[in-house]
């Protein structure tokens, strides 16, 4: 079959369209013999007639994994040289306190960054002394909560946020552990980095600033400082920005040991994942070993002890746990007019949800990959988007992969890769209520996240007052956007 | 004083960074004698005491006002040409059951595109016959419920939905009144527009293939076509895109008045707004003037009568009305290195919300501008960027303006024209709670969405068991995430 040439040069048209590419899928999701595809031995079929759709199903064996693959690999290779390790599950890509549980028992802390993440992470019982607090601009209420609460480190982020977290200590009569945000001018994405005297963003203080700084926490009785704190991206699939991030922390580290204590470095996060079967992301494996070597280098080179390394991975623990079930509505065939005149044809695909609950696609340009979900198809497989079904024609899902050219409504689709800032960022644009988060493990699934209800929607609304309300019965049932 | 290299080339440093450009802001706001902004006469100070912030604040007379004109204007010069006119309210720009009641008491009637947007507008009393029905993938649930309702008309934007309304119109026994959404194939954004055979996006059906689909309409008795419709993009500045779509639009209308009455044509919405001083965008009365122009030309070549017109304006009836006040937590400044090697400084001020309240300004580049509201200063201004609280570098407000060179922590900033799409596409993103809405008016203000509380977060979370867990009352308290 000849080529679409509305297709992007990166999209590889695939052997079978039913295939499931491991890496961009949970360990427990399969294609079923039956051609449906399972995860964890619940179909999916089964699982949009039990909890309906757009549904985001987490498969919980593959979170706990990589969890405790995350902390075995990152101890293992910093004991190599010798130092202690620290980790953070970094809840801002999801949050609730069924996934605050699974990585609390994998031996995560978490980080958290306001107050609403904080009480999700105390609502799951963690314990508050395993809780980090970042922000660039904390509230003067979630500083005093965090300390009163005894949150085990708070990240400092500006000058002014000394006196704040200090003043707060002090107040509850406490020596507060803190960390100090630095901004290393290494900006890493993908496979390339950046490297300049001050990333041009709002996180942090300069490296030449930071002496001052660290001397001002020193300064009060009641601040501890643990050490300085660095994130230099976001699905990154290189280790070379995190090499000069090391080198350009280790040696101020090393200048700051020079009057006090500095036990630890916190290297953040920033680990990349599939989205698609072209993304080939760096293990775990390889980034500890990676980073081992840089810190024990730059470590050798400055002569300076190696300190204790903490790390926070968000998207690398939950986002390949996860796909997004969605009903197809509608189906379009589009005759699209390419810049050399000729026409070739775009098949839109219509889901039940759309930028409500995945706004990564029209936000960062994202690429996600889907395949048919409730039965295996040898029909061709040709070019499709799929849309959502919001009011917007930036309301794209997936821009372009291939399905069966079969693909008709009422077919269930499934998205992969979705756990990571796609309910965390979901909307209720065009009053679209939230799908429901589904745990699946071990042939059980669970809600872990209910689905939000037309009651929901509407609770904070202050003008309601007319008879045309739905009654409680009515406004509490699920909002089913589906076609089925 | 010399300009800042990192200003973009759009931005005019103001003779005053206190003044408020008339077609930024509200009608009512304006810069008082105490020096605060202020709205319908309550200032910037009472309303952050009062409803805490961030905060959404709606200048009631304004939404009615331009309401009123909108119905006025279009009216006018309909009627000039023969035409009547229905002029829809575009729920998706921002919809509460007040803002509903507002246009409705106006005149106008509402466009809703989902379950949840219906149940707003019948929440606030609205009659469904005054309620028009969207969408590119309406579930049968929708379809069922707008049918059952007696919603006034229904706009099919596919041919599988022909079967799906006419079905349902048939089992309730009715004549649903139904438009079908073509797609002309002009795209107009700004000053430009665009035209091919067909856009390459989700919504409508070719110009080509219509005429069939509206014989496929007129052939169920449960269906009654009242036109074509179609919308030809967002924030346009310019007419030469309705004028075209126009042109073809009416080419197609006048083939099928051959075989069957077609009373109407809705042309949509898309009217620009001015966002900061520089964007001119074209008034009401330009526009209508314009269109019913293009439309008297178009029938007279064609020799048919003048349609009635039906439009869509949502965010030029609200998106002038409000301004969002947030609070200044903590300044910055950092050095930026420019291209040719020479650092210039850029202000980073960050406010306590950020891209959960505002997502346009990441997720389509736009631009805003801020103003200081508690006070006025006569310090220089200086260039800055002001940015969120979340865990993330992209989360900015306002990407670029300048600020009296004094504002300081504590500090209420305005950004204006926050009425369309940022309440909306509002997330609980990081687990902020979203701002509430309050309406001015006459000296008094009043909530009319309510701001969420921290039990509203946690209230979907299944698994939340803690004794850690906030009580009812701590929960029940609005999240501040103010510095105050």
């Excluded at 590419?21 to 007639?49: C, D, K, Y």
């Excluded at 001050?198 to 050490?227: M, N, W």
């Excluded at 953040?268 to 280098?297: H, K, M, R, W």
């Amino acid at each position: 079959m000849s080529r679409n040439p509305l297709a992007p040069s990166w999209l590889v048209q695939p052997q079978s369209a039913n295939a499931l590419a491991p890496r961009v899928w949970s360990h427990n999701a399969v294609r079923a013999a039956s051609g449906e595809i399972e995860v964890a031995g619940v179909s999916s079929t089964a699982l949009a007639l039990q909890f309906g759709t757009p549904l985001f199903v987490i498969d919980e064996a593959d979170v706990r994994a990589r969890a405790v693959e995350a902390v075995a690999v990152f101890t293992r290779e910093f004991a190599r040289i010798g130092a202690a390790t620290h980790i953070y599950y970094a809840g801002k890509a999801f949050l609730s306190t069924e996934v605050a549980r699974w990585v609390t028992e994998a031996g995560l802390n978490i980080d958290v960054c306001s107050g609403g993440e904080l009480a999700v992470a105390l609502a799951a019982g963690v314990p508050a002394e395993k809780l980090g607090f970042h922000g660039n601009n904390k509230s003067h209420a979630e500083i005093e909560r965090a300390v009163a609460l005894g949150v085990g480190v708070i990240v400092i982020d500006s000058l002014i946020e000394i006196e704040r977290v200090a003043d707060a200590a002090a107040h509850h009569g406490r020596t507060q552990a803190v960390r100090l945000r630095v901004n290393t001018g290494v900006h890493a994405h993908t496979h390339e980095y950046l490297a300049t005297a001050r990333e041009d963003q709002k996180f942090g203080i300069t490296l030449a600033d930071a002496p001052a700084a660290v001397a001002g926490i020193r300064s009060h009785a009641s601040l501890c400082f643990l050490g300085l704190h660095s994130h230099i991206g976001s699905q990154i699939f290189g280790t070379d920005g995190f090499g000069e991030a090391v080198s350009r922390l280790l040696e101020l580290h090393a200048q700051l040991l020079a009057t006090g204590p500095v036990p630890e470095l916190n290297l953040g996060g920033g680990f990349g994942i599939a989205y698609t079967d072209v993304d080939e992301p760096v293990g775990f494996s390889e980034i500890a070993a990676a980073l081992a070597d840089y810190v024990l280098a730059a470590a050798t080179r400055l002569g300076i002890r190696v300190p204790a390394i903490a790390l926070e991975p968000g998207r690398a623990i939950v986002g390949p746990s996860t796909f997004t079930l969605y009903e197809v509505g509608t189906i379009k065939n589009v005759e699209v007019t390419g810049a050399n005149g000729d026409t070739s044809v775009r098949r839109y695909v219509s889901v039940d949800g759309g930028m409500s609950d995945n706004v990564r696609t029209a936000l960062y340009a994202a690429d996600y990959s889907v395949r048919i979900a409730n039965r295996a198809s040898d029909v061709a497989a040709e070019l499709v988007r799929v849309v959502g079904k919001h009011c917007e024609s930036g309301d794209i899902v997936v821009l372009a992969d291939y399905l069966p050219g079969d693909v008709t409504p009422g077919d269930l689709l499934a998205v992969p890769a979705t756990g990571a800032y796609c309910w965390s960022l979901a909307s209720n644009y065009n009053y679209l209520g939230r799908p429901a988060v589904v745990a699946v493990r071990d042939g059980a699934a669970r809600v872990i996240v209910r689905r939000e209800t037309e009651a929901d929607l509407l609770s904070r609304d202050a003008g309601i007052s007319s008879p045309s309300l739905p009654t409680p019965e009515q406004a509490a049932q699920p909002v089913m956007n589906g076609i089925a």
